[in-house]
């Protein structure tokens, strides 16, 4: 088999090298059904314990109250973008987005098809290298929006968004969501595309509290309300079993390594060590403000061009692959989600400082 190298794509993205073997098995006859995890009838006994014990393992993690529906559904995050004004927003009524990035923007373009939209913060005047110190909500908003982690300017919210009591906030944590402990409690309602630290694309994670469900409106077609989703367990029409299988393997993966508690220090460690090489490198300067750096996604430039793509050249050379910064912010970008191992990240300042010796 050919040899794994390091994987610092942005999604999809690396998955535990464990649960990548356990699904190779599984691939073949799920335990010993003789039939494959893609071949089971998703209504079948086999299947149906299999998203049992996804949905299980998901609320365990996440500490999910039975305040909460956790949803499977398909469409992407970007499905979501539509899916959360079509249900939530009125004609005449307002919701809030706090636009920190590319994809926090998109979500706000798309409510605004269908209703009024405040911005309460915008960091777009310093392309989004900052997460905003204040927030000014308009007070009476269906919901406020936020995106917890900017997977292109690699930004990350370190604190819960000072809103009214009372306000309905929804969070778009695709490429943050079980990084680190979350109160899911404060939520309204959080979605993640699975193909950064759940699992593989097609699958979306939705959580969403049961009195949103029912405050959806009805006249959507079925397949864009929350209600018809959460009546059926995810089964209204054939869900994605591999990616809803693969995800449960993801939660168990968590699970025995500490939960979240233990996942938040695995990232703090990757992360601090890529930080501090970054802050005493001549060559190399991280582009997101100190106070807003991600812990998933690191961001970071030469300040020439050329020097940036010699650089991902070099990289790719070496079994570091996806290190190219997304087009927005140029340079370098080396997403380091929960499966992401540590000695990647140390073969990377390893690389990098053998290029600043040579370049800088
Ligand atoms: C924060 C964030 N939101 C939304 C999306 C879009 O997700 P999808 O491709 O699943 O629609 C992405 C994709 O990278 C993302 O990083």
Redesign the pocket.
């Known amino acids: 088999m050919t040899e794994r190298i390091f994987n610092f794509s942005?999604?999809p993205a690396v998955l535990p090298l464990s649960v990548l073997e356990e699904a190779r098995e599984n691939l073949l006859s799920l335990g010993n059904t003789g039939i494959g995890i893609c071949e089971h009838s998703h209504r079948g006994k086999a299947f149906v314990a299999v998203a049992e014990e996804c949905e299980a393992l998901c609320r365990e993690v996440g500490g999910i109250s039975a305040d909460y529906k956790v949803l499977f559904l398909q469409?992407?995050?970007?499905?979501q973008f539509s899916m959360i004004p079509m249900n939530f927003l009125s004609a005449d009524a307002t919701a809030d987005y706090l636009v920190t990035?590319a994809?926090a923007q998109?979500a706000q373009e798309e409510a605004v098809r269908l209703g009024k939209t405040h911005i309460a913060c915008n960091s777009a005047e310093r392309n989004h290298c900052y997460i905003p110190k204040t927030i000014s909500c308009s007070g009476s908003a269906a919901y406020v929006h936020y995106?917890s982690?900017?997977?292109?300017f690699g930004t990350q919210w370190h604190r819960f968004p000072e809103v009214a009591a009372g306000s309905t906030v929804i969070c778009?944590a695709?490429?943050d969501i079980y990084c680190r402990p979350i109160d899911v409690s404060k939520y309204g309602l959080i979605y993640a595309?699975a193909?950064?630290n759940l699992g593989p694309?097609g699958v979306?994670l939705v959580i969403i509290r049961n009195d949103l469900i029912e405050r959806g409106n009805k006249n959507l077609p079925t397949m864009l309300q929350y209600r018809t989703h959460a009546k059926n367990d995810s089964m209204y029409n054939t869900p994605p079993t591999f990616g809803i299988y693969l995800m449960g393997l993801v939660f168990k993966w968590i699970k025995a390594n500490g939960g979240l508690a233990g996942a938040e220090q695995r990232n703090r460690a990757k992360a601090g060590r890529l930080y501090a090489y970054l802050d005493q490198s001549k060559l190399f300067k991280p582009t997101a403000d100190k106070d807003s750096r991600s812990l998933m996604n690191v961001t970071f430039v030469t300040g020439n061009n050329d020097l940036d793509a010699q650089f991902v050249k070099t990289a790719t050379a070496a079994g570091l692959d996806g290190l190219k910064g997304h087009r927005d912010v140029g340079g370098m970008r080396a997403s380091i989600y929960n499966a992401f191992p540590i000695e990647g990240v140390d073969a990377l300042i390893a690389l990098m400082k053998d290029f600043e010796a040579k370049n800088g």
Do not use: C, E, M, V
Not at 75 to 79: D, R
Not at 149 to 152: A, D, F, H, S, Y
């Open positions: 942005a999604g469409g992407g995050a970007s499905l990035g994809w998109k995106t982690n900017n997977t292109i778009d695709s490429s595309g193909q950064k694309s979306t």
